[in-house]
């Protein structure tokens, strides 16, 4: 079965530095997404992308978060100068076609930010 | 208010019994009711999706939703040990974003 891959599971960064996250999505899947779980909180969305533009996006997902899909496999998270309570888990998402369509999510990568 | 809301549990269920999972949500005008599972450290996991009032069934599972009462369930029926992990209920409101609740801890004991 078909599955989003997230790299690297783990990332331990000094506070003050960035940090990329990878994701490949479901290969036939048109709308991506990042969402975060601080740990012992609830998942929160951070944005949506489509058609190579971010079409939706949180009040969490500021001038600090950007992504990007630099080919046609991978999907980006980058974090600049990196704070504390970014320390999360980032999962990667993806759906078909239509928005509304159950979204899969990838195993996701520890980020500790030191 | 909170968006989406569910009772954090633990909700505990002898093995081979049917556990009742149950989550409200505020907006309206939401579309589509997703449950995940999530182990512990490990990823949400799609396991039931519900898009009209009624029931939905897919093996032992049965999602249930009602747009008029704001609410939506999952029935898990012969609840087993490895069932044991947290629930979460998501929502699609208007857009793309999903919303979660906090989730059901679920302990099923042999």
Known sequence: EPEVTQTPSHQVTQMGQEVILRCVPISNHLYFYWYRQILGQKVEFLVSFYNNEISEKSEIFDDQFSVERPDGSNFTLKIRSTKLEDSAMYFCASSEQLSYQPQHFGDGTRLSIL | QKEV???????????????????????????????????????????????????????????????????VSLLIRDSQPSD????????????NMLTFGGGTRLMVKP
């Open chain 2, 5 to 71: 809301e569910q009772n954090s549990g633990p909700l505990s269920v002898p093995e081979g019994a049917i556990a009742s999972l149950n989550c409200t949500y505020s907006d309206r005008g939401s579309q589509s009711f997703f449950w995940y599972r999530q182990y512990s450290g490990k990823s949400p996991e799609l396991i039931m999706f519900i898009y009209s009032n009624g029931d939905k069934e897919d093996g032992r599972f049965t999602a249930q939703l009602n747009k008029a009462s704001q609410y």
């Open chain 2, 84 to 95: 044991s992990a947290t629930y979460l209920c998501a929502v699609n409101r208007r857009s």
